[in-house]
Nanobody
Framework: VQLQASGGGLVSPGGSLRLSCAAS????????MGWFRQAPGKEREFVAT????????YYADSVKGRFTILRDNAKNTVYLQMNTLKPEDTAVYYC?????????????????WGQGTLVTVSS
């Protein structure tokens, strides 16, 4: 599976962005998908995950209620809708795919990674 993340950019505090992650291959719907992020000078951290069917999602406490993870298996794409953005959300965001169909919140559970897209929240 190859993953291509896009949609990052510069946004003002309180604004919104939607990240997309397009996957190659015909088995996309069998993978759980996740989003992680890495801020400057910090370790990469979990943001959100969604099960293979989209019926189950899980979020980091820091983004719960502001971010929504969605997937469209017909388009081989997973999205991260980010609302009410804060300066501390500034990071490179990575999408990842896991053979475990249920979705997990740790990096070792993921088998494939995209290249990352930069999100900068600043006035």
């Amino acid at each position: 599976v190859q993953l291509q993340a896009s949609g990052g950019g510069l946004v003002s505090p309180g604004g919104s962005l939607r990240l997309s992650c397009a996957a190659s291959g015909r088995t996309f719907s069998s993978y759980a998908m996740g989003w992680f992020r890495q801020a400057p000078g910090k370790e990469r951290e979990f943001v959100a995950t969604i099960s293979w069917s989209g019926s189950s999602t899980y979020y980091a406490d820091s983004v719960k209620g502001r971010f929504t993870i969605l997937r469209d298996n017909a388009k081989n794409t997973v999205y991260l809708q980010m609302n009410t953005l804060k300066p501390e959300d500034t990071a490179v965001y990575y999408c990842a795919a896991s053979h475990n169909p249920h979705g997990l919140d740790y990096q070792m559970a993921y088998d494939y990674w995209g290249q990352g897209t930069l999100v900068t929240v600043s006035s």
